[in-house]
Nanobody, 122 residues
């Protein structure tokens, strides 16, 4: 059974870059058929799809974040990472890493990590 766990800082200062890592156990991030996704729930708002990386390493991003977001992966560690530049307090929320057959989704049909709370504050 696949398990995903998010890790990273819980507090980031405005204008800094937020970097989160998702560690995957029980499945390879290079195996065809599944995409590896970052989703967040900004404080007080609905779930927001941020972007994804597929088994070949190709990425796709939410256009509203495209200028600030970068998703990378480390296949030797079976991890993928989110990097979000120039954060503001509006980026405060819970961040989830997800495995799903769909590449753009916020539905709970795939496998989700427990989520990590990130606060952007001076």
């Amino acid at each position: 059974q696949v398990q995903l766990v998010e890790s990273g800082p819980g507090l980031v200062k405005p204008s800094q870059t937020l970097s989160l890592t998702c560690t995957v156990n029980g499945a390879s991030i290079t195996t065809d058929g599944y995409n590896w996704i970052w989703i967040r729930r900004p404080h007080g708002k609905e779930l927001e799809w941020m972007g994804a990386i597929n088994p070949s390493g190709s990425t796709v991003y939410n256009p509203s974040l495209k200028s600030r977001i970068f998703i990378s992966r480390d296949t030797s560690r079976n991890q993928f990472a989110l990097h979000l530049e120039s954060v503001t307090p509006e980026d405060t929320g819970v961040y989830y890493c997800v495995r799903d057959r769909l590449i753009v989704t916020t539905q709970r049909g795939g496998s989700w990590g427990p989520g990590i709370q990130v606060t952007v504050s001076p």
